[in-house]
T-cell receptor, first 112, second 112 residues
Framework: DTEVTQTPKHLVMGMTNKKSLKCEQHMGHRAMYWYKQKAKKPPELMFVYSYEKLSINESVPSRFSPECPNSSLLNLHLHALQPEDSALYLC???????????FGPGTRLTVL | QKEVEQNSGPLSVPEGAIASLNCTYSDRGSQSFFWYRQYSGKSPELIMSIYSNGDKEDGRFTAQLNKASQYVSLLIRDSQPSDSATYLCAVNSGAGSYQLTFGKGTKLSVIP
């Protein structure tokens, strides 16, 4: 199922680098999410966009900067990350009214 | 604080048996309930959604919801080794809510 895609699949970056994660959906949903997942933990919500506007920011450090250029695209800009930010970053879309969420395959991020 | 509780497992069942996964939630106003399957290193996959009391069947999977007891379960009939994964229970608080509360997941191992 490729209705939510994410690029890149893997990313290795140094603490001084700037990089971006990209998500694209073809499900027509108007809610899009960024989650962070560490090993053996459930997904942890970072940001929610509704109708291309940021509606929830779960007190995420400013080194993570989300962007929603249109209803199909979601970006997460990264800079000055720390090794503890290494995780699986998941994009999801949400279907109303029950908020069924569908996840993309994720980006495995390693910060050196 | 909204909480979703699951037994962490591991839950081991023999091939062909019924696997029973359980989840309780604290927010009595919760309206929609989901089960996700997550293979190691992969993203969560939505396998069942349930919104009203009773049973919902889809192939080998049956979700059961009891709002009075604040309890939701997932039964997997004729368990296969390919069902070995972590199963995440997720709860949405109410209409209009964008957030899911996840349990910590139950790891299921199906023994051939």
């Amino acid at each position: 199922d490729t209705e939510v895609t994410q690029t890149p699949k893997h990313l290795v970056m140094g603490m001084t680098n700037k990089k971006s994660l990209k998500c694209e959906q073809h499900m027509g949903h108007r809610a899009m999410y960024w989650y962070k997942q560490k090993a053996k933990k459930p997904p942890e919500l970072m940001f929610v966009y509704s109708y291309e506007k940021l509606s929830i920011n779960e007190s995420v450090p400013s080194r993570f900067s989300p962007e929603c250029p249109n209803s199909s695209l979601l970006n997460l800009h990264l800079h000055a990350l720390q090794p503890e930010d290494s995780a699986l970053y998941l994009c999801a879309t949400g279907a109303r009214p029950y908020n069924e969420q569908f996840f993309g395959p994720g980006t495995r991020l390693t910060v050196l | 604080q909204k909480e979703v509780e699951q037994n962490s497992g591991p839950l081991s069942v023999p091939e062909g048996a019924i696997a029973s996964l359980n989840c309780t939630y604290s927010d009595r106003g919760s309206q929609s309930f989901f089960w996700y399957r997550q293979y190691s290193g992969k993203s969560p996959e939505l396998i069942m959604s349930i919104y009203s009391n009773g049973d919902k069947e889809d192939g080998r999977f049956t979700a059961q919801l009891n709002k009075a007891s604040q309890y939701v379960s997932l039964l997997i009939r004729d368990s296969q080794p390919s069902d070995s994964a972590t199963y995440l229970c997720a709860v949405n608080s109410g209409a209009g809510s964008y957030q899911l509360t996840f349990g910590k997941g139950t790891k299921l191992s199906v023994i051939p």
